[in-house]
């Protein structure tokens, strides 16, 4: 994807929520992809002409035309970044056998329906179009895909062409994608090789493993202690510090910490001492059952993590004590796992599913503090200071939300109401560098039903 180079006003908003501590009412004024100012000296500025505007924290507008996105009444947010999502289980939604459910039972019931299809560029490509389609459709512009499933024997050369097809479909969407090169009991050579070959293809030796434009991003992630040995997490560990990738893994679900015990003794996040892998560039998803002192000692070596509620609530692997992470000084961000477990890819409504647990292991969360885990806490979590909030200078990635229907009527609170009411909110626009990509809540250059009907088709042409 390219940030938009022309200049966009979002005019009108009852209230920009520019992060977690500042909110204005105005206009957001975007020039070349970027927030140049917010607020009433957005509408000042968006007023003058081209190309004075160019005082500190400011960016000099673009020239050509300036679009304009009537926001009267609505509240703009941050776009949604999505931690932890597995792009693939788009195509594999309430499966037979995989709700509620041992990880014994989902793991080959999912393998079987992978096999099934088949894993190749086609499947990935349909499945990827639909995940970041439904992504953008619920606010969500940024998309963390954990991609775990490379068929078994291919060679680290042919895995490109599966990495490419994932990120060819969210540019031609027009999402955001950070695109995990995981790991779930592959070789380890192989795996290592691979992730090393898809950061070349992918993002070649840009910084941090992020493309100029910031629409793609490369990382690595073995699936967890429970599938991956350390021989893996070393590997993987190389080429992310020769590279400068951000690392990420699994860690504590129930069936992680009972499978680490049985077969090595020690818990997760002792492994993961030990081979390395509890340190800044590190994020850690799940983490249901930990305890006080393991969460210290997370804290301590400065990783970060994501909560996934809608994945691990449904199917009884835990709830993850947010408040007492993010007490300790630890950063959280919000995923949604994958459709194989969660069935749907709408994040906020993760964020209300994460209020509504939070007292059962620790104390209430508010609306804003989960907001800030959905937005700069998740773009934090994948090193990007550049998204999830609406600062000067950061990428135009937002959401304009209408919040002036019956299911906000009463509602004292229209930030934390976002998230309180309506669980099935979706935003009236959504900007992705500064490009207009969700209109009125259509995708503007794509059908949507059209988007649905490939991945049918593809699934439908592989069934026996």
Not at 124 to 149: K, M, P, Q, S, Y
Not at 212 to 233: I, W
Not at 338 to 343: A, C, E, K, R
Not at 388 to 397: C, F, I, T, Y
Request: aromatic share 2%.
């Amino acid at each position: 994807m390219t940030d938009g180079a022309r200049s966009l006003v979002v005019r009108g908003a009852s209230t920009v929520v520019v992060d977690r501590t500042h909110e204005v009412p105005g206009d957001v004024r975007v020039v070349g992809g970027r927030v140049a100012s917010v607020g009433q000296a957005a509408a000042a500025s968006a007023a003058r002409p081209a190309g004075t505007d160019t005082g500190p924290g400011r960016y000099a507008a673009a020239s050509g035309p300036t679009e304009e996105l009537d926001a009267t009444g609505c509240i703009v947010t941050a776009g949604l970044v999505n931690a932890h999502a597995h792009l693939l289980q788009s195509a594999f939604r309430t499966l037979p056998g995989t709700r509620g459910v041992p990880m014994a039972q989902w793991l080959p019931t999912m393998a079987a329906a992978y096999d099934r299809v088949g894993v190749t560029p086609t499947t990935l490509d349909a499945a990827a179009r639909v995940g970041v389609a439904e992504g953008l459709l619920c606010g969500v512009t940024t998309i963390a895909d954990h991609h775990l499933t490379w068929p078994a024997g291919m060679a680290p050369e042919e895995t490109v062409g599966l990495a490419l097809a994932t990120a060819g479909a969210a540019a031609a969407i027009g999402g955001r994608l950070v695109l995990v090169r995981g790991s779930a009991r592959d070789d380890p050579a192989t795996a290592a090789r691979s992730a090393d070959l898809v950061a070349t293809a992918l993002v070649g030796g840009e910084p941090g493993g992020v493309a100029a434009d910031g629409g793609l991003q490369v990382a690595v992630g073995p699936a967890g202690v429970h599938s991956d040995g350390e021989q893996t997490f070393r590997l993987m560990g190389e080429v992310a510090a020769a590279r400068g990738l951000r690392r990420r893994t699994q860690a504590n679900e129930q069936v992680d910490v009972a499978i680490a015990l049985e077969r090595y003794g020690k818990r997760p996040i002792d492994l993961l001492e030990a081979w390395g892998w509890l340190a800044p560039d590190v994020t850690l998803a799940h983490l249901c059952a930990v305890t006080p002192d393991e969460i210290d000692r997370l804290a301590e070596a400065g990783v970060s993590a994501t909560h996934a509620p809608g994945c691990d609530l449904p199917m009884g692997w835990g709830v993850a004590p947010v408040a007492a992470l993010t007490d300790a000084g630890i950063t959280v961000g919000l995923g949604t796992s994958g459709g194989g477990s969660n069935d749907g890819g709408h994040l906020l409504a993760d964020a209300r599913l994460a209020m509504q647990v939070a007292p059962l292991v620790g104390r209430s969360l508010e609306a804003r503090e989960v907001l800030a885990a959905a937005t700069e806490g998740s773009a934090a979590g994948l090193g990007r200071d550049d998204l999830g909030h609406l600062r000067a200078g950061a990428r135009a990635d937002l959401c304009v939300w209408d919040v002036g229907g019956v299911a906000d009527a009463g509602v004292a609170d229209p930030v934390a109401g976002l998230l309180w009411a309506s669980p099935g909110r979706r935003p009236r626009h959504v900007v992705v560098g500064g490009r207009v990509v969700v209109r009125d809540g259509e995708l503007v250059e794509h059908d949507e039903r059209e988007v649905a009907a490939a991945l049918r088709e593809r699934l439908a042409g592989s069934a026996p």
